[in-house]
């Protein structure tokens, strides 16, 4: 994994942490993306030069996130366990190659997730092998290529990942996606899309996994400039600040003994292997 420094710009947890007399350290982000479009799309490589990867490490960087990248072909696909046990919250975008992603990897990141790292899942990332699995469905929705604008609205104007954002974000060209989206439903639903063509969408899912946090984030297809846009930018540094994993001790699971005394007579079973 590629880390970037980061940067002397404070971002929003910084400025919160400020307000509160905390100083806690900076937010750790991996980002993952396959990194194949950029190779084989001269349109995408133009776009994103170095990557949508890079891109969206810059701007949370700039936030001030020590943020670093990942990428499909590199060894264990850059998810190393050294890289996702220094990770706090993982980012993942992927299309082309969701069946290049080794099953073994995706376990890896599943019970990281399920012990607490957060996971911001962008655009086609929806057919990912670690969003299935942590659905429990297909993720299928309907789709279409035709330069559209979309509407995003804000339908949990109290919720921190929308914090700084006006009642809407308006993208002039974007891919659509529409209902019905193969999901369960969202704990909470911060975003929902209108496109031009009349569709509407879910575009804003947030779920807890066990000790981790998830985020599906829709915008972001790769022939579309959609990660300079700044209200995309500012969601996505929210996300990341939003699925922070939270520290306390590890809840015990199994047998257990008692809180309080029990009546006299009364006996506990212990569990086969316990002393």
């Given at each position: ?14 400025s ?10 900076a ?98 990332g ?88 998830v ?18 930018q ?9 699925a ?32």
């Amino acid at each position: 994994m590629n880390k970037t420094a980061t940067s002397e710009t404070p971002g929003a947890a910084a400025s919160a942490n400020e307000a509160s007399g905390v100083t806690a350290p900076a937010l750790r982000v991996t980002v993952w993306n396959e990194n194949r479009h950029e190779k084989q799309n001269p349109k995408v490589s133009e776009i994103y030069p170095d990557g949508i990867h890079a891109a969206i490490a810059g701007f949370l960087t700039e936030a001030g996130m020590l943020a670093g990248t990942a990428t499909l072909d590199e060894p264990e696909h850059g998810l190393t366990d050294e890289v996702l046990d220094t990770t706090d919250v993982l980012i993942w975008w992927g299309h082309l190659a969701h069946g290049e992603v080794r099953d073994d990897i995706v376990a890896k990141v599943q019970r990281r997730v399920l012990d607490g790292m957060g996971l911001i899942v962008l655009h086609s990332g929806h057919y990912s092998k670690i969003f299935q699995a942590l659905m429990g469905t297909s993720c299928a929705l309907k789709w279409r290529e035709a330069d559209e604008k979309e509407r995003l609205w804000v339908v949990a104007p109290a919720h921190p990942i929308a914090a700084g954002i006006g009642e809407f974000i308006e993208l002039e060209r974007e891919e659509m996606y529409g209902e019905h989206f193969d999901i369960p439903a969202p704990d909470e639903l911060v975003f929902a899309s209108w496109f031009e063509g009349g569709e509407v969408f879910r575009s804003g899912c947030a779920y807890a996994r066990g000790g981790g946090k998830v985020f599906y984030f829709r915008p972001g297809h790769e022939t579309y400039p959609t990660y300079w846009h700044k209200d995309i930018q500012r969601v996505i540094v929210n996300a990341a600040n939003w699925a922070r994993p939270v520290k306390r001790e590890r809840p015990y699971r199994g047998n257990a003994q008692p809180l309080e005394k029990l009546a006299a007579g009364r006996q506990v079973t212990k569990g086969e292997g316990q002393q």
